[in-house]
Each structure stands twice: as structure tokens, then as C-alpha cells.
């Protein structure tokens, strides 16, 4: 079984940054990748970016391209999503998530273990 708990949100004005992290607990190892998705209310839940294991691959969704870095430590099980020049659409609820697959997916059905999720909203 693997935990996943992020932290990081909040409050953030248009135009801000923020890190979000993912902390992992239980048996995960290099032959699992990891994902930041996201939801806002009344959207379906969307693919924001995902790495793989080793941290030499990294996919975004075309929303975040150009503003958002995706990066692991593998030594202490942490996942980030660093976003930059955030906007309103931005606001919804970014979860991490963790499959046993060593590349990479955009497809939420591929993983199978989830954070609670953490609340970032952009306004002024």
C-alpha cells in the first residue's frame, strides 16, 4: 500500500506562485511514476503534469506548459508541482497520485493510489 498527503495550498493572487508537495509512505519504489491532477468544481478531474520514477521524463497538461515544473526526491518519497503566473482557472482542488507502472500517464483511471488533495484558489 502506498499514502499519499499533500500539502502546499491556499490563497494565492493572480499573477502568484506556489509549491505544492506530496509526501509517500508505505512501499513505493522505482518502478513507480506519479501525477499532479486536479478538479474544480463542477469540471471533471484534469491531468496537470506527471514524472517518472528516475525524474528524467516529465509530461504537462497544455493549461500549465511553460509555468509549472514537476519534480520528485526520491530519498525522502516527496513529490512537487511548482506553478508560476497563476490564474483564476487555476483554482480547484490538486490532488498527487501514484501508480507501479514506470512511465508516465494523463490518464486518471491509471492510478491507483490518491492523496485527500489540498485547496488552491488564485484571486484578488
Known amino acids: 500500500q502506498v499514502q499519499l498527503v499533500e500539502s502546499g495550498g491556499g490563497l494565492v493572487q493572480p499573477g502568484g506562485s506556489l509549491r505544492l508537495s506530496c509526501e509517500a509512505s508505505g512501499r513505493i519504489d522505482s518502478s513507480y511514476s506519479m501525477a499532479w491532477f486536479r478538479q474544480a468544481p463542477g469540471k471533471e478531474r484534469e491531468f496537470v503534469a506527471a514524472?517518472?520514477?528516475?525524474?528524467?521524463?516529465?509530461m504537462y497538461a497544455d493549461s500549465v506548459m511553460g509555468r509549472s515544473t514537476i519534480s520528485r526526491d526520491n530519498t525522502n518519497n516527496m513529490l512537487f508541482l511548482r506553478m508560476s503566473s497563476l490564474k483564476p482557472e487555476d483554482t480547484a482542488v490538486y490532488s498527487c497520485a501514484a501508480r507501479r507502472v514506470i512511465g508516465h500517464s494523463r490518464w486518471y483511471g491509471d492510478y491507483a493510489y490518491w492523496g485527500q488533495g489540498t485547496q488552491v484558489t488564485v484571486s484578488s
Open positions: 514524472i517518472t520514477w528516475s525524474g528524467g521524463s516529465a
